[in-house]
Nanobody, 123 residues
Framework: QLQLVESGGGLVQPGGSLRLSCAAS????????IGWFRQAPGKEREGVSC????????DFADSVRGRFTMFRDTAKNTLYLHMNSLKPEDTGIYYC????????????????WGQGTQVTVSS
């Protein structure tokens, strides 16, 4: 059974850092498009950072480019999101997701989702 489990969320002050993890089981991350998404209260889910395509193309939302980095650890079958210089507008539930044919970072392209982890940026 394909499963994604996120962890690492929490409360952090503006300017702080967090690292989110997404452990995959039942499939290999290398064979799927994989990414991080977030949903703030009252807003639609949006793509944050994704890896897709045979060449490992990456895409970052403009709002996080230069502050967030993503790393896929093949040996651990885990995807990480390193978030630096966090801002209050980064607050939301962060999800990881996998898609068999996704070629971008739009949520509707992804088939399998984790349960999400809450990130709150506040002083």
């Amino acid at each position: 059974q394909l499963q994604l489990v996120e962890s690492g969320g929490g409360l952090v002050q503006p300017g702080g850092s967090l690292r989110l993890s997404c452990a995959a089981s039942g499939f290999f991350l290398d064979y799927y498009a994989i990414g991080w998404f977030r949903q703030a209260p009252g807003k639609e889910r949006e793509g944050v950072s994704c890896i897709f395509g045979g060449g490992g193309s990456t895409d970052f939302a403009d709002s996080v480019r230069g502050r967030f980095t993503m790393f896929r650890d093949t040996a651990k079958n885990t995807l990480y999101l390193h978030m630096n210089s966090l801002k209050p507008e980064d607050t939301g539930i962060y999800y990881c997701a996998a898609g068999s044919i996704a070629r971008g970072c739009l949520p509707n392209l992804y088939d399998y989702w984790g349960q999400g982890t809450q990130v709150t940026v506040s002083s």
